[in-house]
């Protein structure tokens, strides 16, 4: 069974950084592309970024590109988005997501295991 654990939400001022942490388990790791997710309430869920399975491949929204790293550390089961210049909007619950497929390097939404997320607030 597949379980994904997001870590390192919390309370930050605009302009600062947080990195989450994603520590998967119940299959190889390594065979799978991740990505991360937010949603805001009454909103849709949102892209953010995602990265293939070796790593070598990486995508992100438009709205955090230049801003946010995607990494991965195979040896450890874990994805990391590293969130710097945060902004108000970036206000959300981030959720990791497993691709079903290992066939692909991006998440398909529809295709995806999920983890519970974790809140990221930033204030102004």
């Known amino acids: 069974q597949v379980q994904l654990v997001e870590s390192g939400g919390g309370l930050v001022q605009a302009g600062g950084s947080l990195r989450l942490s994603c520590a998967a388990s119940g299959r190889t790791f390594s065979n799978y592309a991740m990505a991360w997710f937010r949603q805001v309430p009454g909103k849709v869920r949102e892209f953010v970024a995602s990265i293939s399975s070796s790593g070598g491949s990486t995508t992100y929204a438009d709205s955090v590109k230049g801003r946010f790293v995607i990494s991965r550390e195979n040896a450890k089961n874990t994805v990391y988005l590293q969130m710097n210049s945060l902004k108000p909007e970036d206000t959300a619950v981030y959720c990791c997501?497993?691709?079903?497929?290992?066939?692909?390097?991006?998440?398909?939404?529809?295709?995806?295991?999920w983890g519970q997320g974790t809140q990221v607030t930033v204030s102004s």
């Open positions: 997501a497993q691709s079903r497929s290992g066939l692909v390097t991006t998440v398909d939404v529809l295709n995806a295991f």
